[in-house]
């Protein structure tokens, strides 16, 4: 078993749902969700679209944008996943670019820079290639491109976070839950979690 980004995310947002639903089994149904299904129709769209374009001025001075590789998927010891796009660059590094069903309000939340994180501790593995920034391009703000740094820290704290849930799946080991309570409100598992 590998993980994905969204279990990473998941176990972020409360290390009780990787019990929840991998120790106990106890699935969450988020395919009625309208913006998870028009997400993943949005995505197939965008990149049959966009085979052919190159994001050259995503470059930095010196280094632009080479080649890119579309709908990668990666995995290594831990995780695995499917890159919108991978963007090589002149000057050896590369970064992962994805595409958001959403506007951008001015914040980048939280759950797409641990997916970015996790695209880039899989293109380093993949690649062996360096990996300091990543994109995520706003679909409903029209293809709004924000870039966002991605430092070795952000990457370590995934592989850890990666590690502690299989620490919770091998050992039957039931977790602490968030310490930030409003997050309860909304959980799949409310129903079924002791406060």
């Not at 050896?92 to 820079?113: H, I, Q």
Request: net charge positive.
């Amino acid at each position: 078993m590998t993980l994905t980004p969204s279990h990473i995310i998941e176990y972020l947002f409360c290390p009780r749902f990787t019990y929840f639903e991998y120790v106990l089994c106890i699935p969450q149904h988020e395919d009625a969700n309208y913006k998870v299904m028009r997400g993943r129709t949005l995505h197939d769209e965008r990149l049959d679209r966009n085979k052919d374009y190159l994001r050259k001025r995503l470059g930095r001075p010196g280094a632009p944008v080479t080649d890119k590789h579309l709908d990668q998927y990666l995995t290594n010891e831990l995780m695995r996943g499917v890159v919108d796009e991978v963007l090589e660059f002149g000057d050896g590094s590369m970064a992962p670019l994805d595409y958001k069903f959403a506007e951008f309000k001015d914040r980048v939340y939280s759950t797409y820079e641990t997916q970015l994180y996790c695209y880039a501790w899989l293109i380093e593995t993949n690649f062996n290639r360096p990996v300091d920034r990543g994109f995520l391009v706003y679909t409903r703000s029209n293809n709004r491109v924000v870039e966002l740094p991605i430092t070795d820290a952000n990457k370590g704290d995934v592989k850890r976070a990666a590690e502690a849930i299989f620490s919770i799946i091998d050992r039957n080991f039931f977790p602490k839950a968030t310490k930030a309570k409003s997050r309860c409100v909304t959980c799949t598992y409310r129903n079924v979690c002791i406060k």
